[in-house]
């Protein structure tokens, strides 16, 4: 593959010689990342949809949740670890499956799931990676999942599927809150294209869909863009085809969680796509109490959109959530160093997490719980 | 008319060689046309009455509400397509009445009206436009209404009625919120006047009602420019008078709505004037769900002031408008583009609700509602 | 009396031809008088105490505060005038009782009763005006009030009561939330200090209390400068050797507010001093509801701190004040423009008011009530 | 010791020729500070750990508290006397135990109980004092308390508190909230290092705990850093092994209160550790009333975190402290001038609450109840 020193456009990237004491946090890494990717390209990465709404409350969020303390609690024996979907594992954050991680690295998701592999977290191969679902595969050996976006044709989401199941993933995560996606106002701006070279590579089998000429009384998102967005037949059909476990990803309202259970659904991811999908959606830490609450303890909920920090990922947990996925935090770092990067996030939210439940006074996962928090009157 | 080069006040304005690809929502169009317009006119487009307080507010409100998606619906058979007044219309987003369109573009209300004819949507004709209502009417096909201000004398008055009604229009808009209209302290201080050639042409037939000299215990404002306002009886005599449809804007009180409903009236627009009006009246998105509740399902109810993207458009629908106006956004590009500037806007804010409405499940407009919006506990 | 074109600090004072366009409202006012004062002395004007958190206090809660429309009210034969203790008033804008105003002008009160005059305002005379009461009086024709500081010696206090009422005031204010004053944390960084010449003249003829030595257990506060202080006993002194109406102005609890009517005390001024006493005391706008439903329609509350506009007015008006005082305002009209200045921003904040009025549906003072504001829910 | 016109750094210190008039408050101070200590220092003493949400907060809680006044009282008798396990204090403002004072001055703790001792205010000597506690006690005849941080061995844990009670403490603090510290990351990206000279000296004669290798699943905070952290077992067993009054300093949660009063702790001391502790815990403030409502007036409950002022004093007070303890304020002081300094800071703090309380009509500090302050509906 191409010079790791030289980024996807071809332009020299500044060399990072070892990580800086100064990088003691994703901010840190977000600042960072600014100097090692091309502007349009950074864009791309920080923007959300529309006016931007979700991606800042994703961030206020957290700012409005507070966490309480417990005295003398013996942690001595505790842990981040925790089991999902039958996987024991070291901590409970995820790597989201952004797409075209190639934009941030030149090696992309294989870069990238080396340093998930590496802190042994749980890693989630996006339909639309830039490297192939196989080969990415090879470079992680922990518990990994498949995003699944559905294909115009059946044949193509089956055959994706089964690819999946073969490289060893063992859950498919269908992402259903961006059936439409937008290039946002900020990318725009800046004149983002993807580059050369940078493309979902695993759906180059698939022969696109005819196109079909739209009358003027039709609408190109409507008619065109949603003409292959699944329908519940469609998430019906996909349970029927797969003995993978299959989650769906997008979720915040109680009764699409409730109706996607009854039909098999295994577990849920609350997010707004990171801001990125339908903006005006609130962060999914405003409806994950509902939902945990609706749902009972035993389902599986994700949360991704908004995590910054451990303290983030702690308060996630104490609303209801047993896992986050993070996407822009580990881009930083992959951006910045690769591989080492992307570990080196995972350590700091990783050692984060284990700072607030020493503090906290709870020594493992199933301690954090909704008395973790303080709430305003 | 004037070389459409030249802004209204002979300088030669920048030209705009084709719409350039970074002119990706309103906010973009908005900061293009600041260097159209000269200073002193873009601070009076820009203004609002007083403190500004019902101008931020305006903005605000679609920032505190949050829309909430709905999963795999079927929106192929959808469309923005709605229905108002028994007139079928592609979109719910009609061209507000605003004043002295030639300000922004030396064919004014001309060349907004082609925009709006392209983009098929519905549009409002000013009594203070500066291009006749006659000469308006030949540029737009679809439904057009006439915005009235009553005028010092009945006979005046019945005559802007009648020939807005020889012209075509269907439907009368009484403005009732703005009987006093002031400069915004913005304008006064950029030193706005007037410029040669901008006026009210409606208006050159009629005689100005004689002077009358007030005492000073009286009030310039209450016994001058109010001594003409209409009142409860005006209104009446107006339906008596008119076999036209007529809608009431600035409407936000209850109380008020019912009475003008027992009198006649066939629909309400839900307005602070864009924050031109009564300076501190709320954004009437914040009273709109109580209008709706009060009055039912059947009364049009549409929303103008804070429009902004096709986000807020959907937000208004959410909680109960039939339609939206805008304002500001078509006058921005009507300043940059002329007519193509109009259209682009009204199409960016149709692209971003058929986008908004896609995602969050609600195929056609009747599909929105207070379901699609979120609210903090 | 000096040299009207020389600042009290013998500087050249900038000339203002006129009053320029751009002055629109107060706020241009407040920037222009920043050149027209001596800097500590603008910084003594504006700061307030402690950590100025009353003062913003004040100016936020009327951005908190929303107005409500009327439609179609005959306003013709409105007006803003209102009785106060048996005056008839031009309208309900009265000066505020402001120390020391030949720092902002030569003429200090003097000029600014003219321009009270000429715009029929109601005038309250502090006493620590640095002109004295009696030359204040022959400047202003209306309803005049005293304000009075409590003196260490009775026979002061009842002095200064009689030459107010032999100068033809009407009323006795007597403030009661500044028993103890300290320059703002702005003035002492400015290095304010009281140019010669400023003094409280009307308290030239009293001697000075024996000081008295504190011991180390003492405080220069509670014991020093409280020691002479009022108390209730003084109040019922007062009441019992004057037959002059007494106003209270300072109030803000319920319980004390009650006590001072038993007493018969005839009005009263809800107020935080302009931010300038007792800093954390709430905008008196917050708790004006409450005190006007626990008194009663009958009982004159004014309210002073905050107001900047004649939408200020209409809001304090609503929520249960029959006037309000206004104190920086007028003083940056005195700096600016002497008389002319002060009779100018009182026009400002009259227009302001019946535009208010006109769009509000409310043609008279007591039209204007909670009907008039709106409430988030 | 080293020469005080030399840092700890030996860089020669700017010198104040005494207290200049514009440090009028503590945010003065501040502002002075970063210039009188080195870069990276004042970065340590400033930041607060993780993304800094509890140190804001500390600051903003004060400014959504108001006050309110109660007219016409006679506090000719008042002070800011008060009594604290039985001890007479002139005032309620303590010293929190700041560990290494030396960081800001050269003299360090000898510096401030200097200070200290010259107001009459309650000192607290922390564990990790930069001077010895003995030495310490030698610079002030004052109350005086120990902090205390378990060590990992029961033996030095003792011997810290038997040294503490020869040299004339009279309480002991322990604090529970801080039992893992890491470097804020504003000081780490100032590269922040302890200069030589500065150092836990109360531990030098205590042998380190013996290393303990982990295992690769174990954590460096859980099983590392928090292996000697104390549980209700050690707390049990210093109350069993101490005649001196123990209080407990980082408590939030009320049954940790209820439970901490059972096993005879004599105080707590409502607190986040200045936001230096587990980032997200609410400002104390927040909590304050729920502990005094649970605990009953009787025992004695102290708040730090976020006081810069008399105001701040005033408000911890009339929402249930006893007493409140300063940090960052006097070390601003100790920055900037030293024992002169911390004096001062101290006086500018009771000066305020003394103007607060004399303002606000409660002249002792037992007048002082929730019923001074004001409570938005």
């Not at 180059?204 to 039709?218: D, F, K, R, S, W």
Request: aromatic share 6%; net charge negative; proline share 6%.
């Amino acid at each position: 593959m191409s010079n790791p020193d030289s980024n996807i456009n071809g332009s020299t990237r500044p060399k990072l010689q070892g990580v800086p004491a100064a990088l003691a946090c994703v901010a840190d890494y977000e600042r960072l990342a600014a100097e090692f990717v091309d502007h349009p390209i950074f864009e791309y990465l920080q923007g959300g949809s529309g006016n931007e709404q979700s991606l800042r409350d994703n961030l206020r969020v957290f700012d409005e949740c507070y966490v309480q303390n417990r005295l003398l609690a013996d942690v001595s024996q505790g842990g981040t670890h925790t089991t999902l979907l039958q996987h024991r594992l070291r901590h409970p954050i995820l790597l989201a499956p952004v797409a075209y991680q190639r934009l941030a690295h030149p090696e992309g998701e294989l870069e990238a799931a080396r340093g998930a592999d590496a802190l042994e977290a749980g890693w989630v191969t996006s339909t639309l990676s830039s490297c192939s679902l196989e080969d990415i595969a090879a470079q992680h050996q922990g518990m990994r999942w498949f995003q699944l976006y559905f294909q115009p044709q059946r044949a193509h989401t089956l055959d994706l599927v089964r690819r999946a199941q073969a490289a060893g993933y063992s859950a498919i995560v269908v992402t259903l809150d961006a059936t439409v996606q937008a290039s946002s106002r900020r990318a725009q701006r800046a004149g983002f294209a993807f580059p050369k070279g940078v493309s979902a590579v695993n759906l180059q089998g698939y022969a696109a869909p005819p196109q079909v000429a739209l009358t003027p009384e039709q609408s190109v998102i409507l008619q065109g863009a949603m003409a292959e967005a699944p329908t519940w037949q469609d998430l019906e059909w996909l349970l029927d085809n797969t003995d993978l476990p299959v989650l769906v990803k997008g979720v915040q309202r109680v009764a699409d969680a409730e109706r996607l259970l009854r039909l098999g659904v295994q577990g849920l991811v609350a997010s707004n796509h990171g801001g990125r999908a339908l903006d005006g959606m609130p962060a999914p830490l405003r409806v994950l109490p509902q939902l945990r609450q609706a749902l009972g303890k035993q389902v599986p909920i994700l949360l991704d959109s908004g995590i910054r920090s451990g303290y983030d990922v702690f308060k996630a947990l104490a609303l209801g959530a047993d896992a986050v996925l993070i996407g822009r935090p580990f881009l930083y770092g992959l951006a910045v160093a690769g591989a080492l990067g992307v570990a080196h996030v995972l350590r700091l939210l990783r050692d984060e997490l284990e700072l607030c439940m020493a503090l906290a006074g709870t020594p493992t996962v199933a301690d954090i719980g909704p008395d973790s928090v303080f709430r305003l009157d």
